[in-house]
């Protein structure tokens, strides 16, 4: 992670709107049909250009590929894993449980049924080296092709314990062998971004949600504790030759606009999170249940060397959120860290997270961005 000293920096989260034509046509792969694979790569090339074109006019400082050519942040690893066949419906979050009218309403999409999960039939094994790659390359070509220059460029990927609790195991004798054989696999993408020079950023909502599931709702939050907790030493094992100053987490609880009456406090799970081998934190700051939150880095302060990345924009409203809002979240945050860690304004989450289903209007997303520049630019003013 890189930083400026005499401003607040911005960036985003991973996934970026995606135009109607790409989302058709990953409709199509999504449904097995053939599809064209010309076509396929000038879709994806096109849409990966206009999304940087669209952050450089904004003015986002970090800025990434907008995950254009993905169905999702994590299933679009079942095709760079072996062991994966087939779909079983998954259980709903325990909080949609208790509102569940609500509940049949809220994973709809044209592309993807999040109602189901793909399921592990066979040893996990990484085999997405050339897909892998061929996304890396794509990025780096698309950003020759735009006139602006960033600060740092940055590619996302999925950490081992969203794999895992989003992909039905069949195969496993425990959900240990499970999880660490998956670390395993998935260190072979991670080592792959690595070796271009771009950061890396871990997505791993369950290190906040896993109290959500149906299995921990109950719980007492030291279990919840204690799977977090298990969740990192895997993340870590597979960041083992990754360096950490390449490394930024995203952790959230969950992309959807649900009660989240259920959600764990961020204060009790810090020091978990904290053992994780990177220098950069993500984690929601503008969500309404967790605005408050801010004080927990008071209590539990970000270790020395890392930057913080607080959520700063809603992503679930078609609100845009006023600049001045957005710099009294980031200034409240500051107040409560140390004056040498830095400070990244993001959003929430991303804003397409799995195709077809972003929750916000496509040109209101891009509104949203540019209200968090403004709203950075304010909190600098104020801050420096």
């Known amino acids: 992670m890189t930083t400026t000293e005499d401003r607040i920096s911005t960036t985003h989260v991973g996934s970026l709107p995606r135009p109607p034509e790409l989302l058709e046509l990953l409709k199509a792969r999504q449904d097995g049909a053939d599809v064209d694979e010309d076509e396929w790569e000038a879709t994806v090339t096109d849409a990966t250009r206009t999304v940087l074109e669209r952050q450089a006019d904004i003015g986002l400082d970090v800025v990434n590929n907008g995950e254009q050519s993905r169905v999702s942040f994590n299933w679009y690893v079942a095709d760079r894993l072996s062991g994966i066949d087939g779909e079983r419906e998954q259980e709903i979050w325990a909080d949609l449980e208790d509102y569940p009218e609500y509940a049949d309403e809220t994973f709809k999409t044209d592309v993807i049924d999040l109602s189901m999960q793909p399921v592990v039939v066979d040893e996990i094994e990484y085999t997405g080296q050339e897909e892998a790659a061929a996304e890396c390359e794509e990025f ?140 950069g934190l993500h984690v929601e700051q503008a969500n309404p249940r967790h605005q408050h939150e801010y004080r927990a880095f008071a209590e539990q302060p970000v270790p020395d060397g890392w930057t913080l990345m607080p959520g700063v924009v809603d992503v679930k409203t078609n609100i845009i959120d006023h600049p001045e809002t957005i710099a009294d979240r980031l200034e409240r945050v500051a107040d409560v860290v140390d004056d040498s860690t830095p400070i990244v304004a993001a959003p929430d989450c991303g804003f397409d997270t799995q195709a077809g289903i972003g929750m916000v209007d496509p040109e209101i997303a891009w509104a949203k961005l540019e209200a968090l520049v403004e709203g950075s630019e304010i909190a600098t003013e104020r801050l420096h």
């Open 140 to 279: 780096r070509e698309a950003l020759t092709t735009v006139d602006a220059e960033y600060e740092e460029t940055f590619m996302t990927s999925a950490s081992p314990s969203i794999v895992t609790t989003t992909h039905v195991n069949d195969y496993y004798d425990s959900y240990k062998e499970y999880l660490f054989d998956v670390a395993d696999a998935m260190a072979d993408e991670y080592e792959l971004v690595a070796e271009t020079g771009m950061t890396i950023q871990i997505d791993a909502p369950e290190l906040l949600t896993v109290g959500q599931t149906s299995a921990f709702a109950d719980e007492p939050i030291e279990d919840i504790k204690n799977a977090t907790n298990l969740h990192v030493k895997a993340l870590n094992k597979a960041l083992e030759n990754v360096p950490a100053e390449q490394v930024r987490l995203h952790t959230c609880w969950g992309s959807y606009e649900g009660p989240h009456h259920l959600d764990a406090n961020l204060v009790d799970l810090l020091p978990e999170i904290y053992e994780a081998d990177i220098t």
